[in-house]
């Protein structure tokens, strides 16, 4: 039993999320918001029941409820890694300021305290279940057996979560670091042997070779335990589901035990991890994604830029604060490589390998345009100071677009300088798409900051519901896809145009297309300073 007070504080925030879900639209643009997330939401949903629910062949099924029940135990083994080797952890225990404050001097005990966190985050698992229980559908075979499937999933990893941060409170932060260093190696050595295998099989036979990988005798023994939760999600009748969803509610119950043995570190790392995530929060507020858990001590210092009219101190401070967080981006960078390089080498002259690269190349461009905060977007909280400096608006605008502009390129230099020396076939466009690279970017962030200055807004994590800030980032994406879609036209139209003319040559039409995105990037400074200019921050700042 935990105390009553728990109860009701845990019923209060339920009220709190559906009240501020539902009564949140105060404004007409916090109402369009709204309308458009829900709008999004219902749109998304509808083509997920139709695939769902469209009949499939009993090969078609077996299939893909085997590919399900491959896949999923190494997906919970990474995600448990992960956990260990990060401080991916703090977000199961920690606590909000406000429950901090409130909880921590109250007349709770420790255990109380752990049950009301447990109990918070099993009927979160209840609703996020929902959601992704309706997303995994098409991969299922009941939707009962899915949605038990993946609530027990997440309890799983949530549960994982806290035996992990309680269980390296218990064996001292000297033991734990080395418990993580042997993780990471193990985890190392897995990811070689699977590259190993992934290459003798074939990059054409990926699946065999994922099997292949999963029945080797040492990767098997440590994903068995992790069998019965994709047994469970996949079963296709009350049986299965009964017998799969027992074991895992025995796995479950043996962490849950756990952390209870555990408690008595709980309120020393429940602190802890409470500090360490607000920080976390307060630097994601200010747009620092990339510096999350780095820290700000500096060995070095960068050399003054050239004044180049009050454009070089802005880009310089940004520099700086670049290169003093940047080891989120080195590690984002070795990712790509890493994960670039096999796959290119195994590819030879298979054209379609390109297509995948510059998919994977724009979703790695959206993602990092967002990560990638140091503009205006940084400076939310600074820019009453940026105001009383002597500067030219255009100075400021070109000083806070300098360095995400670069750091943006470099990522594209190194996906694409690996692609166009693996794919000798495919040079002549990869080279022509990393020479554009530059003039795209300065738009792609020019758009980033316009719109931020013009609708200001803070980094915010979108909850199941919350249709108000799903309505906004749409919105913004919406807006930022169009702006992007008439400036590459544009430029488009202006490189066919002398493509025709030159009779088809290529490096001519590549150079109009550069000379187009470079024009369209400049006219953006104007606009971007006449925003800067009218943001007041005493009222457009956002809370």
């Known amino acids: 039993m935990?105390?009553?007070?728990?109860?009701?504080?845990?019923?209060?925030?339920?009220?709190?999320l559906v009240r501020r879900t539902l009564r949140g639209a105060g404004t007409p643009r916090r109402i369009v918001f709204f309308a458009v997330g829900?709008?999004?939401?219902?749109?998304?949903l509808g083509p997920v029941l139709?695939?769902?629910t469209k009949a499939r062949s009993p090969k078609q099924r077996e299939r893909v409820i085997s590919h399900v029940r491959t896949v999923m135990p190494m997906a919970l083994l990474g995600i448990c890694v992960v956990t260990a080797i990060t401080s991916a952890g703090d977000k199961a225990i920690a606590f909000t300021p406000g429950e901090v404050d409130q909880l921590f001097p109250g007349p709770f005990t420790r255990r109380e305290l752990l049950a009301y966190k447990l109990i918070k985050s099993t009927l979160a698992a209840v609703l996020t279940g929902l959601i992704l229980s309706i997303v995994m559908l098409q991969r299922?075979?009941?939707w009962p057996a899915c949605f038990v499937g993946v609530f027990l999933s997440l309890l799983f990893v949530q549960w994982f979560s806290i035996a992990m941060v309680l269980g390296g409170q218990a064996v001292g932060a000297a033991a734990y670091s080395?418990?993580?260093k042997l993780l990471m190696v193990g985890v190392a050595a897995i990811v070689v042997l699977g590259v190993r295998t992934w290459m003798a099989e074939g990059s054409s036979h990926g699946e065999a070779a994922l099997e292949r990988f999963r029945d080797s005798p040492a990767v098997n023994a440590i994903l068995t335990p992790l069998q019965p939760f994709a047994q469970a999600m996949t079963a296709s009748g009350a049986t299965a589901l009964l017998k799969w969803s027992t074991y895992a509610i025995v796995l479950n119950a043996g962490l849950l035990v756990l952390v209870f043995l555990l408690d008595s570190y709980y309120v020393e790392a429940a602190m802890a991890a409470s500090e360490r995530r607000y920080a976390k929060i307060q630097r994601i507020r200010?747009?620092?994604f990339l510096s999350l858990g780095v820290s700000k001590t500096a060995t070095w210092h960068l050399p003054a830029l050239p004044w180049a009219g009050g454009a070089g101190p802005i880009a310089w401070r940004q520099l700086t604060n670049a290169g003093r967080s940047a080891r989120g981006l080195l590690l984002l960078l070795l990712i790509v490589a890493v994960g670039a390089g096999p796959v290119l080498a195994t590819a030879g002259h298979n054209k379609e390998i390109v297509n995948v690269l510059f998919g994977v190349l724009a979703w790695l461009t959206f993602l990092c345009s967002s990560m990638m905060n140091f503009d205006f977007r940084g400076d939310v909280d600074l820019i009453d100071t940026l105001k009383a400096l002597p500067l030219r608006e255009s100075a400021v605008a070109v000083g806070q677009l300098v360095v995400p502009v670069l750091l943006l390129t470099m990522v594209h230099t190194l996906l694409l300088g690996i692609a166009a020396a693996m794919l000798p076939g495919q040079r002549a466009i990869l080279l022509g798409a990393l020479t554009l690279a530059l003039p795209f970017n300065a738009i792609l962030f020019g758009a980033e900051n316009l719109i931020f200055l013009l609708f200001p807004s803070r980094p915010a994590a979108v909850s199941p519901g919350d249709f108000q800030v799903m309505g906004r980032k749409f919105v913004f994406l919406l807006m930022k896809a169009l702006m992007l879609a008439v400036a590459g036209i544009i430029a488009l139209t202006a490189a066919l145009l002398v493509w025709i003319a030159t009779g088809r040559s290529l490096v001519p039409a590549i150079g109009m297309g550069w000379l187009a995105l470079a024009a369209e990037a400049i006219a953006l400074v104007p606009a971007i300073a006449w925003a800067y200019r009218r943001f007041d921050p005493s009222i457009h700042t956002p809370a």
């Open 50 to 52: 139709l695939i769902a």
């Open 140 to 142: 299922a075979q009941w």
């Open 178 to 180: 080395r418990v993580r």
């Open 38 to 44: 829900a709008a999004v939401f219902l749109l998304w």
């Open 2 to 16: 935990i105390h009553p007070a728990l109860y009701k504080l845990i019923a209060l925030q339920g009220r709190g």
């Open 286 to 288: 200010a747009g620092s």
